[in-house]
Antibody, heavy 121, light 111 residues
Framework: QEQLQQWGAGLLKPSETLSLTCAVHGGSFSAYWWSWIRQPPGKGLEWIGQIDHSGGTSYNASFQSRVTISLDTSKNQLSLKLNSVIAADTAVYYC???????????????WGQGTMVSVSS | QSALTQPASVSGSPGQSITISCTGTSSDVGGYNYVSWYQQHPGKAPKVMIYHVSNRPSGVSNRFSGSKSGNTASLTISGLQAEDEADYYCSSYITASTLYVFGTGTKVTVL
């Protein structure tokens, strides 16, 4: 059973870079793919981007110029970087896997615990 | 890409059935059988309840079922229980640069 554990800085100033890491425990790192999703306080979910086991990425057009998702296969970790943050980037950020066991699908199966990131001067 | 439309709230009494709708367009919900549903309790991460319109992950109660007709997907909760009180979100895969879109969310209240 895959488990996702995430961490990163929780308080940023405007214009700084948001940086989060998600460690993948269990599952099949060499075959899975993952997404980052965020949720502003009291609001709905928003998909940020996706990375597959070979490092291939897709990003929400709304973040395209500011976001980078990468893999560290030696550590079974994925990371999210969002440049030039503003107050509107304040949200809980989640990493999520699209796979469970040998079943991968177009949805989000396993979720990290979430990391609250606040942007304030 | 606009968010999928869900009712803001749905309520029901214990034991009843309720249905939550998720309306999109032919470019998302109507175009692919890749709608999923998530349950989120306050302060918790979402949990997948249905994927690919009507598939239930292992461990999810069979009281939860999903369907789709045209551009609208639906989640039905039968035998409503107090523990079902939560926010519910739908999501659809789309083949654009933005791969996934979420619904606006529905708060389910058990009376």
């Amino acid at each position: 059973q895959e488990q996702l554990q995430q961490w990163g800085a929780g308080l940023l100033k405007p214009s700084e870079t948001l940086s989060l890491t998600c460690a993948v425990h269990g599952g099949s790192f060499s075959a899975y793919w993952w997404s980052w999703i965020r949720q502003p306080p009291g609001k709905g979910l928003e998909w940020i981007g996706q990375i597959d086991h070979s490092g291939g990425t897709s990003y929400n057009a709304s973040f395209q110029s500011r976001v980078t998702i990468s893999l560290d296969t030696s550590k079974n970790q994925l990371s999210l970087k969002l440049n030039s943050v503003i107050a509107a980037d304040t949200a809980v950020y989640y990493c999520a896997s699209h796979c469970s066991g040998t079943n991968c699908y177009y949805g989000f199966d396993t979720w990290g615990q979430g990391t609250m990131v606040s942007v304030s001067s | 890409q606009s968010a999928l439309t869900q009712p803001a709230s749905v309520s029901g009494s214990p034991g009843q059935s309720i249905t939550i709708s998720c309306t999109g367009t032919s470019s998302d919900v109507g175009g692919y059988n890749y709608v999923s549903w998530y349950q989120q309790h306050p302060g918790k991460a979402p949990k997948v309840m249905i994927y690919h319109v009507s598939n239930r992950p292992s461990g999810v109660s069979n009281r939860f079922s999903g369907s789709k007709s045209g551009n609208t997907a639906s989640l039905t909760i039968s035998g409503l229980q107090a523990e079902d009180e939560a926010d519910y979100y739908c999501s659809s895969y789309i083949t654009a640069s933005t791969l996934y879109v979420f619904g606006t969310g529905t708060k389910v209240t058990v009376l």
